[in-house]
């Protein structure tokens, strides 16, 4: 046997015992979901703030939920400790100070309305530490991700999901299990937030933006499906909209005009799903 399938078989085993660690967290996971889709709803944003590989894992997510549930910078930021150099680089001694993660979040004016997710495998980072506390201070909803049980960041959160990762196989690197459980827990929080905001409707994605062919492929068979309407129909429901995949899809059920979809959309704060629920139009809100 080589020692490279002996040592990745180790780190697969230590892999595995990620998923029943999340388990474990899924009410927590859930609270959090509920509590950040709330904020969203009453026209808070939502940040996202680590440093090291949990910044980098912030801005993975926070990227990838423009394309997938049409949600803008506007609404979810991902911030890391040292800024944009620390993506491709690694700026250590950033995640030192508390006073920078609280500095950044009172220059982006973070008030009651918002939330803030800090992530940390150690849940010790002072960035992370002094961004929660100025969240608390400012009314700001606080989530806490980290992969280490009783420590301060999750003992000072409104909601501190901690996941018992355990010792790694390469001893002190957190972008190993520690980081995967955080990919994990990341991408199913925000798809439950996004879901609970109306963005998912029969496991489609009901807002994704249609910015290229494979998407825009897409946006036609979600449309097709959702509404009945045959495939030329689709493309030009889509192409008339500018590929605005929500309002067409409301356009295409209940045969309104974009402006009378835009309308309904605004009205439910963007929630396709809840007018999709809808059984015809004289169901929808004004």
Sequence with gaps: MSGSLEYLREIHAADRTVLDEIEKQLPTIAEAADAIAARLARGGRWFYLGAGTS?????????????TFGVGPERVVAVIAGGQKAILSSVEDAEDSAEEGAAILVKAGLNEKDALLCIAASGTTPFTLGA??????????????????????????????????????LHGSTRMKAGTAQKMVLTMLSTAVMK??????????????ATNTKLRARAVRILCDLTGVELEEAKTLLEATDWDLPVSLIRGRFNLTAEQARERL?????????????????ELPE
């Excluded at 992969?147 to 501190?160: F, R």
């Excluded at 905001?197 to 933006?209: H, I, K, T």
């Design 266 to 282: 605004e009205a439910v704060g963007g929630s396709v799903a809840e007018l999709l629920e809808a059984a015809d139009a004289a």
């Design 55 to 67: 910044g980098r894992l912030a801005i993975i997510d926070v990227a990838e939920l423009r394309p």
């Design 196 to 209: 609970a905001r109306g963005r998912v409707y029969d496991g489609e994605m009901v807002a994704l933006q």
């Design 132 to 169: 929660l506390k100025c969240a608390r201070e400012r009314g700001a909803l606080a989530v806490a991700l980290v992969c280490n049980p009783g420590t301060p960041l999750t003992e000072s959160a409104d909601i501190g999901i901690a996941l018992h990762t355990g010792a790694e196989v």
